[in-house]
Nanobody, 126 residues
Framework: VQLQASGGGLVQTGGSLRLSCAAS????????IGWFRQGPGKEREFVAA????????YYAASVKGRFAISRDNAENTVYLQMNSLKPEDTDVYYC????????????????????WGQGTQVTVSS
């Protein structure tokens, strides 16, 4: 699976962005999808995840209520709607896939994902 993230950019505090992650291949629906973020000198941080069928989601406490993850399996695309953005949301955002037979437990652990996209920069100005 190849992943292409897009939609990043520069936005003011309180603004919104929608990230997209397009996947190649016909097996997209076999994967749970996660979004992570990482800044210079920081650990990669879990942001949100969605089950392969789109029926369950999970968020980091820092983004819950502000971000929403969704997916369109017919279009092989997952989205991350980011609202009420804060300067501390500034990072490079990555999408990643995890085969459904690995389970949903520990979905926030980056080491348990199988493929990663290249990242898209999000910058929130104060």
């Amino acid at each position: 699976v190849q992943l292409q993230a897009s939609g990043g950019g520069l936005v003011q505090t309180g603004g919104s962005l929608r990230l997209s992650c397009a996947a190649s291949g016909r097996t997209f629906s076999r994967y749970h999808i996660g979004w992570f973020r990482q800044g210079p000198g920081k650990e990669r941080e879990f942001v949100a995840a969605i089950k392969r069928g789109g029926d369950s989601t999970y968020y980091a406490a820092s983004v819950k209520g502000r971000f929403a993850i969704s997916r369109d399996n017919a279009e092989n695309t997952v989205y991350l709607q980011m609202n009420s953005l804060k300067p501390e949301d500034t990072d490079v955002y990555y999408c990643a896939v995890r085969r459904y037979d690995r389970g949903w437990s520990d979905i926030e652990r980056s080491a348990l994902y199988d493929f990663w996209g290249q990242g898209t920069q999000v910058t929130v100005s104060s």
